[in-house]
């Protein structure tokens, strides 16, 4: 079964620090891997994606992500936080054969970033 | 440009009503999936529509749930004989299609409230 795993339900960092959130995956098959953002009371917004090609995929708002297939690993890179990346953060798969597109989402993880 | 509308944003029902959760996809878009979230938890899949059309509803409860997705207007999210435990926030995304990896794009959701 395809699964999707965030280990930390919160990571704080200071405003122009480094920032990563974790995702690690599991799937039979390619996967296809999607980060989102969400702030209070809104819907999610779309960060960033893999399909195939290089490993290293850049998004919006300076996000960039690092797919490991030998560590089926995905996870969410910035290299200088700002107060306003604080949000709540789902990582997301599809399977690559799959003709349904339906996402399976990890449980979050809430981003706090300090002045 | 609009993108994914949903309302209503807030609904309030007792135990044993119905609700109706709508959604109108961004335009252009003919693909729509619903997905629930409870509280403190990530994103659930419910079902996946294309016009006229269930394709996998593998994520939405066999009794009192059902959607449609007509080939005029919003697609429906229906819930009869509500229970409490069907509060949560229900959020409608779409796409072009699944075949090009298009993301999906997600509308702000319906908060629905059981008394």
């Known amino acids: 079964a395809q699964s999707v795993a965030q280990p930390e339900d919160q990571v704080n960092v200071a405003e122009g620090n480094p920032l990563t959130v974790k995702c690690t995956y599991s799937?039979?098959?390619?996967?296809?891997l999607f980060w989102y953002v969400q702030y209070p009371n809104r819907g999610l917004q779309f960060l960033l994606k893999?399909?195939?090609?290089?490993?290293l995929v850049k998004g919006s708002y300076g996000f960039e992500a690092e797919f490991n297939k030998s560590q089926t690993s995905f996870h969410l890179k910035k290299p200088s936080a700002l107060v306003s990346d604080s949000a709540l953060y789902f990582c997301?798969?599809?399977?690559?054969?799959?003709?349904?597109?339906?996402?399976?989402f990890g449980q979050g993880t809430t981003l706090q970033v300090k002045p | 440009n609009a993108g994914v509308m949903q309302n209503p944003r807030h609904l309030v029902r007792r135990r044993g009503q119905e609700a109706r959760l709508r959604c109108s996809p961004m335009k252009g878009h003919s693909h729509v999936y619903w997905y629930r979230q409870l509280p403190e938890e990530g994103l659930k899949f419910m079902v996946y529509?294309?016009?006229?059309?269930?394709?996998?509803e593998s994520g939405m409860p066999k009794e009192r749930f059902s959607a449609e997705f007509p080939k005029e207007g919003p697609s429906i999210l229906r819930i009869q004989q509500v229970v409490r435990g069907d509060s949560a926030a229900y959020f409608c995304?779409?796409?072009?299609?699944?075949?090009?990896?298009?993301?999906?794009?997600f509308g702000d959701g319906t908060r629905l409230s059981i008394l």
């Open positions: 893999y399909i195939t090609g290089d490993n």
């Open positions: 529509l294309q016009k006229e059309n269930i394709i996998d």
């Open positions: 997301a798969v599809r399977l690559g054969s799959s003709n349904t597109g339906k996402l399976i």
């Open positions: 799937v039979s098959g390619n996967p296809y």
């Open positions: 995304a779409s796409s072009a299609g699944t075949g090009d990896f298009q993301p999906q794009h």
